[in-house]
């Protein structure tokens, strides 16, 4: 009974001094928790920092990386962008080449033409130039008096018929005398069929001049009734000569030439009848275009003439043709004859060889004798007639030669 509260008390020692010793142990653990906590803090502090310097180096390495990469790619791109931007415009570039080079031959070509140009205008400017001279001298001359002026018409006349087709001293003539030299026309024209027609040139326009150099309205009628009272002088002196009187075969007019339009025009407005006058009086106002047109017509009845000879010479030598082709058959039916009496008597001949010689001259080879291999030929009659000439046409008279018969 008395053991147990000294087991107890030595248990609560025990224990007392367990509790000390866990105390102690608590507290040097404490202590090695805090000194390991400090080193943990320094290590961690440590790592901190060292994993702060490792971060700072690997980010910028890796920065240089990114940087260097990102170079790279740009380059890459920018050459990429830098192909695709050459292909899309090397078609440009072509193009532009082309153009460049029509355009550069364009420029060459346009540069000729215009060197070409300037060279054709300062010619034309020497011709023009030159046209004025001489349209100045001829104004000049014109204005010396009626004989110029004379001279000048009748050059315009020998002109216009020379462009109608007429041919001088062929067609026409000029300055002949009439009348026993009384009257001498300026052209007389041959007509077909032996006929001839006068032209005179009637060319005093001295008025007409003076109207152009006129400076007031009054100064210039004045003038044009002056010429167109001088052209109605001409017509009735030209009227008065009748020389359609002094030919045997010829047109009862005569034709007055006056070398320009404006001439006659103005003429015919100060006066509006004188085409009629002209015709009662049996004168005919041509200006070069009209008289151009009656010139053409007077070449145009030549050409039929010409052609009338012609069917007639035609006509001449086809009878003479056939005649000769009558005398050529004569001459093959003659031929024709002596072959069939050839072929006759050669039949004649052959059938007298036959029965009388060759039966003779075949009994040597019934007698053997040597003939040297030479045999007698067989001949035959010939069958072949000579072909006849088909009869010709009844013989050609003027009548059916002549083209005029038809109608």
């Known amino acids: 009974m008395n053991t147990l509260p000294l087991v107890i008390i030595l248990a609560l020692g ?60 740009f380059a890459a791109q920018d050459r990429l962008a830098q192909a695709k931007l050459e292909a899309q415009l090397k078609p440009v570039a072509v193009s532009l080449e082309k153009f460049q080079a029509q355009v550069t031959a364009a420029e060459k070509a346009r540069a000729e033409e215009v060197g070409g140009l300037k060279s054709q205008i300062e010619q034309l400017m020497l011709a023009s130039a030159a046209t004025q001279d001489e349209a100045r001298k001829l104004s000049t001359a014109l204005r010396r008096g009626v004989g110029v002026q004379g001279r000048w018409g009748e050059e315009v006349l020998r002109n216009v018929l020379e462009m109608a087709g007429l041919k001088a001293k062929v067609d026409f003539d000029e300055q002949v005398s009439v009348d026993s030299g009384a009257l001498r026309p300026d052209v007389t024209v041959r007509l077909p069929g032996g006929g001839v027609f006068v032209i005179d040139s009637k060319c005093s326009f001295s008025a007409f001049m003076e109207a152009q150099d006129a400076v007031d309205d009054a100064g210039r009628e004045a ?9 109605r002088t001409h017509l009735n002196s030209l009227a008065a000569k009748a020389y359609w009187d002094q030919f045997e075969v010829s047109p009862d007019f005569v034709v007055m030439f006056i070398p320009g339009d404006a001439l006659l025009a103005a003429a015919a407005e100060r006066i509006p009848d004188l085409f009629v006058q002209g015709m009662d009086r049996k004168v005919v106002m041509v200006t ?53 009496a050839a072929v006759r008597r050669y039949n004649e001949f052959v059938g007298s060889l036959e029965t009388q010689v060759h039966t ?25 007639a000579v072909r006849p000439l088909v009869k010709l046409a009844p013989a050609l008279t003027s009548e059916t030669l002549d083209p005029t018969s038809a109608e």
């Open 14 to 73: 025990v224990a007392a001094g367990a509790l000390a010793v866990w105390a102690m142990a608590e507290r040097g653990r404490a202590g090695r928790a805090e000194m390991k906590a400090a080193m943990l803090e320094s290590q961690a502090a440590a790592g901190a920092e060292l994993l702060k310097a490792q971060a700072a180096a690997t980010a910028g390495s890796v920065a240089e990386e990114l940087v260097k990469r990102a170079g790279e790619t």
């Open 360 to 384: 003779q001259a075949r009994r040597f080879e019934d007698l053997k004798v040597d003939h040297q291999g030479k045999e007698i030929p067989e001949l035959s009659a010939l069958d072949v």
């Open 223 to 231: 003038a044009y009734l002056r010429h167109a009272q001088s052209v």
């Open 288 to 340: 070069p275009s009209s008289l151009f047109a009656l010139c053409k017509a007077v070449v145009y009845g030549w050409r039929v003439e010409q052609q009338a000879l012609n069917a007639r010479e035609i006509v001449d030598i086809g009878r003479e043709l056939y005649k000769r082709i009558a005398n050529l058959a004569g001459h093959a039916q003659g031929v024709g004859k002596g072959l069939e």
